[in-house]
């Protein structure tokens, strides 16, 4: 997308978030606490979260609201990272595969299939606060790092699709019929 989403700190985060009961959003509130210099920006319907979670939160945490794919997209391009997390082990992250296609580097949950197929340019966090603040602060402070990480995770991904697509274009030449 060609949209800019106005973000305000000096380093921005979007968590892709639906106010799920699987999603720790009150761990990441307690965590942005004390990052001042961090600004997350919390995706979902605010009318899902409960009025003490909206309340609660610190002021570099921003909620965006539900948002079109423009905005979203917009959002997750100008952003520096991406967080998604859940509680919920064998869960694969659409908002971090939409992280990874667009370059960014990723803070999730971790869980054994999110640690294998997101092995680089991420952070992988227990969901707990202390974890989440530990490992968002590592980000920051390491972003050169985990930006390339995330750019030669893309690069390895896109040449395994491009290697099973081969595959399959091959099986579908042989199951055709000659003439």
């Known amino acids: 997308t060609d949209e800019n989403y106005p973000l305000n ?3 921005n985060v979007v968590v892709v978030n639906t106010f799920a009961w699987d999603e720790p959003i009150a761990e990441i509130l307690t965590a942005a606490e004390d990052l ?3 600004s997350f920006y919390v995706t979902g319907k605010t009318e899902r979260a409960s ?5 609660s939160a610190p ?3 921003h909620f965006t609201g539900y948002l079109a794919d423009p905005s979203y997209f917009g959002l997750m391009t100008t952003s520096d990272s991406v967080m998604c997390l859940t509680t919920r082990d064998n869960t694969k992250q659409r908002g ?3 992280a990874l296609s667009l370059g960014k580097p990723i803070i999730t949950s971790d869980w054994p299939l999110l640690r294998e197929y997101f092995s680089n340019g991420t952070v992988h966090v227990s969901n707990s606060s202390e974890s989440i603040r530990k490992w968002v602060s590592e980000l920051v402070n390491h972003y050169d790092s985990y930006e390339n990480g995330i750019q030669e995770l893309q690069t390895s991904q896109r040449r395994e699709w491009d290697r099973k697509l081969d595959d399959l274009m091959d099986l579908l030449r042989q199951s055709m019929p000659t003439t």
Do not use: T
């Open 59 to 61: 002021a570099n945490v």
């Open 51 to 55: 009025q003490e979670i909206l309340e």
């Open 9 to 11: 700190g000096d380093f």
């Open 96 to 98: 971090a595969c939409q």
């Open 36 to 38: 001042p210099r961090v």
